[in-house]
């Protein structure tokens, strides 16, 4: 059964950083790219960064240079780093997996982890 944790949101003033974590479990963590999308009020799921199997990263243009995706393939941890947060940052942050494009990634969702920018 696959299944995905994400923990480490929180309130953060603008310019702030938070660590988002996700636990996987279910599959072959270490031969799957790992994705974190987001989801804000009214707004459809977006995909934030992935990283695959061999390291190569992607990064939505708007978090560039802002947020770091990595993975620990012993843990079967992928983590989002966000630093410089922005109000257009608010949402909640979910992970999934896929082995080929992040069209294709798991149908099961974990509960998310919420992020919330507020002065």
């Known amino acids: 059964q696959v299944q995905f944790v994400e923990s480490g949101g929180g309130l953060v003033q603008p310019g702030g950083s938070l660590r988002l974590s996700c636990a996987a479990s279910?599959?072959?963590?270490?031969?799957?790219?790992m994705s974190w999308y987001r989801q804000a009020p009214g707004k459809q799921r977006e995909l934030v960064a992935a990283?695959?199997?061999?390291?190569?990263?992607y990064y939505l243009n708007s978090v560039k240079g802002r947020f770091t995706i990595s993975r620990d393939n012993a843990k079967n941890t992928v983590y989002l780093q966000m630093n410089s947060l922005k109000f257009e940052d608010m949402a909640v942050y979910y992970c999934?997996?896929?082995?080929?494009?992040?069209?294709?990634?798991?149908?099961?969702w974990g509960q998310g982890t919420q992020v919330t920018v507020s002065s």
């Open positions: 279910g599959f072959t963590f270490s031969s799957y790219a």
């Open positions: 999934n997996a896929y082995k080929a494009t992040p069209r294709d990634v798991f149908g099961s």
């Open positions: 990283i695959a199997s061999g390291g190569s990263t």
